[in-house]
């Protein structure tokens, strides 16, 4: 998502303290969304400006550094990668950056096994109803 010209922010934001019309028919004259003069104003009222706030995620132009950061440890859990990517940038990143970021670079994960050793437990009578089941029992 493109973030607006601040000339244009400006101009939503004074047209509406001029009283020139509600947030539809601001939306409508500037060619954005209701929720756009919504946010505009919001940010006028609790910052004082309208000023976007910092990036976040990771660009374009970081990818590579994921990619490589994923190639030194290739067995890390998402959460460990967030950890290692806060580490190297000084920046906070959720665990959604991270894998929005890794599907835009062609980076798939394995699911691990839960590594149980032993047969896995039966489940509680009724819990849990197949297909099968469902047939006999409708009818």
Known sequence: MN???????RRIVEAYE????TYFELAQRFGVGEATVYRLLKLQREQGNVR???PTGIS???LPELVQLVSELP???????KEAW???TQRELSLSSIVRALRRAGITRQRTTS???GPARPARPGARVDAEQRKTRTG
């Open 86 to 88: 806060v580490s190297r």
């Open 60 to 62: 374009e132009e970081e």
């Open 75 to 81: 067995n890390a859990t998402l959460e460990q990668l």
């Open 52 to 54: 976007p706030g910092a």
């Open 115 to 117: 590594g149980r050793t």
């Open 3 to 9: 973030s607006l010209p601040m000339k244009l922010r």
């Open 18 to 21: 001029r009283k020139e019309g």
